[in-house]
């Protein structure tokens, strides 16, 4: 009976020890994370494109710590804000959601242990919460980019060696004149970028996730930008885009040029697409003088009659069936063919009747 007694204490105090130990590895990893958090601000969207990494770490916990299953359900949330960005566009930063669930897990672990310090334990760890947020509210007020993402994104295009939290200066983001953005850094939003009033050409590679275009219609210097996998349906909440004069739009991930605002001043457009694309959007481009168009399949040129002042065409690549109202435009001059396959006696004769120059470059 003493031994059977013994034993469920040995139980009850190996099990208590074991709250002690996950409590302290949980107040490490918090302080660990606040730390890489402040020097590195996109270490938490990491795993921001895939919510694999939160799936297999919640399924193991479970697996391993089957009495306690439900703890590690918490984990179910950093998913959830993925999703919740995926298919809505509503942004919560990663690291608020990583950071609570982790102080939840932390205190549940204080809690069950039985110890007189019971309350000390669960106030550190609201301490750490205070810390971090109050420093990172402090951090955004002082900074001119107030997207963090995008600041580190500035940082490593430009080679500007600096932890995240050390701010850019006015000064080095007057000397930017190209930038380019790509998916490293996950930038969400764009705001602070009109502060780079030497910016003249912008490169956007970013998988799509970008929410907010707006602040670039304060970029008065931008001339230049080209956005590669983007969501176009987002630049839809923008009406008109002034001074931009080249533009490039490549394989995007969502919406058409029907969502994109009125650009008034662009001359040249090239559009690049896996797929056929409507041309009816190009009525959002009206003095577009030089077109370059490449898609999978035969093209249709249905929409191309709103270039009223187009000079030049080039094409890739493409079987140009239906050509008539290409030929229709009064001001072409020149079309570039980058494939035999575009190179027909039909065409070639329609266009030189008209004083359309040909060019087939193999």
């Given at each position: 009976?003493?031994?059977?007694i013994?034993?469920?204490?040995?139980?009850?105090?190996?099990?208590?020890?074991?709250?002690?130990?996950?409590?302290?590895?949980?107040?490490?990893?918090?302080?660990?994370?606040?730390?890489?958090?402040?020097?590195?601000?996109?270490?938490?969207?990491?795993?921001?494109?895939?919510?694999?990494?939160?799936?297999?770490?919640?399924?193991?916990?479970?697996?391993?710590?089957?009495?306690?299953?439900?703890?590690?359900?918490?984990?179910?949330?950093?998913?959830?804000?993925?999703?919740?960005?995926?298919?809505?566009?509503?942004?919560?930063?990663?690291?608020?959601?990583?950071?609570?669930?982790?102080?939840?897990?932390?205190?549940?672990?204080?809690?069950?242990?039985?110890?007189?310090?019971?309350?000390?334990?669960?106030?550190?760890?609201?301490?750490?919460?205070?810390?971090?947020?109050?420093?990172?509210?402090?951090?955004?007020?002082?900074?001119?980019?107030?997207?963090?993402?995008?600041?580190?994104?500035?940082?490593?295009?430009?080679?500007?060696?600096?932890?995240?939290?050390?701010?850019?200066?006015?000064?080095e983001?007057?000397?930017?004149?190209?930038?380019?953005?790509?998916d490293?850094?996950?930038v969400?939003?764009?705001s602070?970028?009109?502060?780079?009033?030497?910016?003249?050409?912008?490169?956007?590679?970013?998988?799509?996730?970008i929410?907010?275009?707006?602040?670039?219609?304060?970029?008065?210097?931008?001339?230049?930008?080209?956005?590669?996998?983007?969501n176009?349906?987002?630049?839809?909440?923008?009406?008109?885009?002034?001074?931009?004069?080249?533009?490039?739009i490549?394989?995007?991930?969502?919406?058409?040029?029907?969502?994109?605002?009125?650009?008034?001043?662009?001359?040249?457009l090239?559009?690049?697409?896996?797929?056929?694309?409507?041309?009816?959007?190009?009525?959002?481009?009206?003095?577009?003088?030089?077109?370059?168009?490449?898609?999978?399949?035969?093209?249709?040129?249905?929409?191309?009659?709103?270039?009223?002042?187009?000079?030049?065409?080039?094409?890739?690549?493409?079987?140009?069936?239906?050509?008539?109202?290409?030929?229709?435009?009064?001001?072409?001059?020149?079309?570039?063919?980058?494939?035999?396959?575009?190179?027909?006696?039909?065409?070639?004769?329609?266009?030189?009747?008209?004083?359309?120059?040909?060019?087939?470059?193999?």
């Open positions: 009976m003493d031994n059977t013994n034993n469920e204490e040995i139980k009850t105090k190996d099990k208590l020890k074991n709250y002690k130990k996950e409590y302290l590895i949980g107040i490490f990893v918090l302080i660990a994370f606040m730390c890489l958090q402040l020097c590195f601000s996109s270490l938490y969207d990491a795993s921001a494109d895939s919510p694999s990494f939160w799936i297999i770490f919640m399924v193991a916990g479970i697996m391993f710590h089957r009495k306690d299953w439900k703890e590690y359900m918490l984990l179910i949330f950093p998913v959830l804000n993925y999703f919740l960005f995926k298919f809505f566009y509503i942004f919560i930063p990663n690291y608020i959601v990583i950071f609570i669930v982790v102080a939840v897990l932390t205190i549940f672990c204080a809690v069950k242990e039985n110890s007189d310090k019971k309350k000390i334990k669960i106030a550190l760890v609201i301490v750490l919460g205070i810390v971090l947020f109050s420093t990172n509210c402090y951090l955004y007020s002082n900074r001119i980019i107030k997207d963090g993402n995008l600041e580190a994104e500035i940082k490593r295009s430009q080679e500007i060696k600096k932890p995240a939290f050390i701010s850019l200066k006015q000064g983001l007057d000397k930017i004149d190209e930038m380019r953005i790509s490293v850094n996950k969400k939003s764009l602070g970028i009109e502060s780079m009033d030497s910016l003249k050409t912008l490169y956007i590679d970013d998988e799509g996730f929410i907010d275009y707006s602040p670039l219609l304060k970029c008065k210097s931008l001339k230049r930008m080209s956005i590669w996998y983007g176009l349906n987002k630049f839809g909440e923008i009406d008109t885009f002034k001074n931009l004069e080249d533009l490039v490549a394989f995007p991930k969502k919406g058409s040029l029907e969502d994109m605002p009125y650009f008034p001043d662009v001359k040249n090239d559009i690049q697409n896996k797929k056929p694309i409507s041309l009816s959007g190009l009525k959002n481009f009206p003095k577009v003088e030089k077109f370059s168009l490449s898609v999978t399949g035969v093209p249709s040129f249905d929409g191309i009659e709103n270039l009223t002042n187009l000079k030049e065409l080039i094409l890739y690549d493409k079987v140009i069936e239906n050509y008539d109202k290409l030929l229709s435009i009064p001001t072409l001059k020149k079309i570039s063919l980058y494939s035999p396959l575009n190179a027909n006696d039909e065409l070639i004769n329609a266009a030189k009747a008209k004083g359309i120059e040909i060019e087939i470059i193999k």
